[in-house]
C-alpha cells in the first residue's frame, strides 16, 4: 500500500542554522505533498505545499523541494528560531492538478520529525 | 470564517464501552477527515467522508465507523473500546481535494 518515510525522527539544531527534513513516497501518482508543523498541545498545521508541476517553493525561512523521478521531497528551514520547534509532518496525496476536483486519494502522513531548535 | 471544532475536547470512557464524537468542518468544506494520533504511531488515517459518502478508509477494525451529514458535519464512532484506542483524535476539513484544516482535537482517554 502507499506508504510515506521520513527522516531523521528527531533532530536537533543550534538556533540560526538550518534544518532539512527527508520523505519519500511509494506511490507514483501522488502529486499533492503538504507539510505540517505541530506545536505541543496544539493542532498541525499547514506551512507550505508543493505539487508535482514544480520542483521547488519557497516561503521566506521555509523552502520545499520535490524530486518525482526519485520520489523524494524535502523541507529547508533556514535561520532556525526557537519557535521553530515542533513535530514536522509530511504528507502525499493524489489530488487535481488544476485546481478542479478530478480525482483524490486519502492523504498519507509520514511518521514526524521532532526538531528542537537550541537557543 | 470560523475554524474547524470538535466536540468534546477530552473524554474518559472504560473499556466495553462506546464513544461518539464530532466534528463540525469550516463552513463551505465538503471533506472530513479522521485520524488517529498516539505518541508511538504518529497520525494514523482512519476514513474521510465528502458529501456524506465514505471515500476512503484506513487500516482499523470495523469497531471504528463514521458518517456524514448533509451540513457536512461528521462523527465519529468506537465501540466495544480497547485500551489502546486511547489517542487524540483529530478531525481535517478541505474542500476535497488538497488543503486539510485541522480541528483542535478529541482527546480520548480509555480506562
Known amino acids: 500500500g502507499e506508504n510515506v518515510e521520513q527522516h531523521p525522527s528527531t533532530l536537533s539544531v543550534q538556533e540560526g542554522d538550518s534544518a532539512v527534513i527527508k520523505c519519500t513516497y511509494s506511490?507514483?501518482?501522488?502529486?499533492?505533498f503538504p507539510w505540517y508543523k505541530q506545536e505541543l498541545g496544539k493542532r498541525p498545521q499547514l506551512i507550505i505545499d508543493?505539487?508535482?508541476?514544480?520542483g521547488e517553493k519557497k516561503d521566506q525561512r521555509i523552502a520545499v523541494t520535490l524530486n518525482k523521478t526519485a520520489k523524494h521531497f524535502s523541507l529547508h528551514i533556514t535561520e532556525t528560531q526557537p519557535e521553530d520547534s515542533a513535530v514536522y509532518f509530511c504528507?502525499?496525496?493524489?489530488?487535481?492538478?488544476?485546481?478542479?476536483?478530478?480525482?483524490?486519494?486519502?492523504?498519507?502522513f509520514g511518521p514526524g520529525t521532532s526538531l528542537s531548535v537550541i537557543p | 470564517k470560523a475554524g474547524v471544532t470538535q466536540t468534546p475536547r477530552y473524554l474518559i470512557k472504560t473499556r466495553g464501552q462506546q464513544v461518539t464524537l464530532s466534528c463540525s468542518p469550516i463552513?463551505?468544506?465538503?471533506?472530513v477527515s479522521w485520524y488517529q494520533q498516539t505518541p508511538g504511531q504518529g497520525l494514523q488515517f482512519l476514513f474521510e467522508?465528502?458529501?456524506?459518502?465514505?471515500?476512503n478508509k484506513g487500516n482499523f477494525p470495523g469497531r471504528f465507523s463514521g458518517r456524514q451529514f448533509s451540513n457536512s458535519r461528521s462523527e465519529m464512532n468506537v465501540s466495544t473500546l480497547e485500551l489502546g484506542d486511547s489517542a487524540l483524535y483529530l478531525c481535517?476539513?478541505?474542500?476535497?481535494?488538497?488543503?486539510?484544516?485541522f480541528g483542535p482535537g478529541t482527546r480520548l482517554t480509555v480506562l
Open positions: 467522508y465528502f458529501s456524506e459518502t465514505q471515500r
Open positions: 508543493i505539487r508535482s508541476n514544480v
Open positions: 504528507a502525499a496525496s493524489i489530488c487535481c492538478s488544476n485546481g478542479m476536483k478530478t480525482s483524490y486519494d486519502k492523504v498519507i
Open positions: 506511490d507514483s501518482a501522488s502529486n499533492y
Open positions: 463552513s463551505g468544506h465538503r471533506s
Open positions: 481535517a476539513s478541505s474542500l476535497g481535494y488538497d488543503t486539510q484544516y
